[in-house]
């Protein structure tokens, strides 16, 4: 992993992070970084929820703050609900969280 590629950016509030979700997957996962087609760098994330009445975006949040040990009502997804692409703002301590998410980035499995 580059330092360029990487899915989160900091803001002063916390930090926002771009997720490619898997809905109706086998397990709950954050499975590494991946640069997609158009450029975009994401985290990958996989749910057994199935996407509909925003199951899978709960499960989402849920594992997130599961993975960095921070409360779910701290995550918000800001766009991309209906979508696989989702942004969220991680709300909080932005170098808390950044320390977090580089050791998650090379935890997850790959």
Same mark, same amino acid.
């Given at each position: 992993?580059?330092?360029?590629?990487?899915?989160?950016?900091?803001?002063?509030? /916390?930090?926002?992070? &771009?997720?490619?979700?898997?809905? @109706?997957?086998?397990?709950?996962?954050?499975?590494?970084?991946?640069? =997609?087609?158009? /450029?975009?760098?994401?985290? +990958?994330?996989?749910?057994?929820?199935?996407?509909?009445? /925003?199951?899978?975006?709960?499960? !989402?949040?849920?594992?997130?703050? +599961?993975?960095?040990?921070?409360?779910?009502?701290?995550?918000?997804?800001?766009?991309?609900?209906?979508?696989? &692409? @989702?942004? =969220? =703002?991680?709300?909080?301590?932005?170098?808390?969280? =950044?320390? +977090?998410?580089?050791? !998650? /980035?090379?935890?997850?499995?790959?």
């Amino acid at each position: 992993m580059t330092a360029e590629a990487k899915p989160w950016t900091p803001r002063e509030s /916390g930090v926002v992070l &771009h997720v490619r979700l898997t809905p @109706k997957s086998s397990r709950d996962a954050l499975e590494g970084i991946e640069t =997609l087609a158009d /450029g975009v760098c994401v985290l +990958k994330a996989r749910v057994r929820a199935v996407p509909e009445d /925003g199951r899978a975006n709960d499960a !989402l949040v849920t594992l997130v703050a +599961k993975n960095l040990k921070t409360p779910a009502s701290r995550i918000k997804i800001t766009s991309g609900a209906t979508a696989r &692409h @989702k942004t =969220l =703002l991680l709300e909080g301590d932005t170098l808390e969280i =950044l320390a +977090k998410l580089e050791q !998650l /980035g090379t935890t997850a499995k790959r």
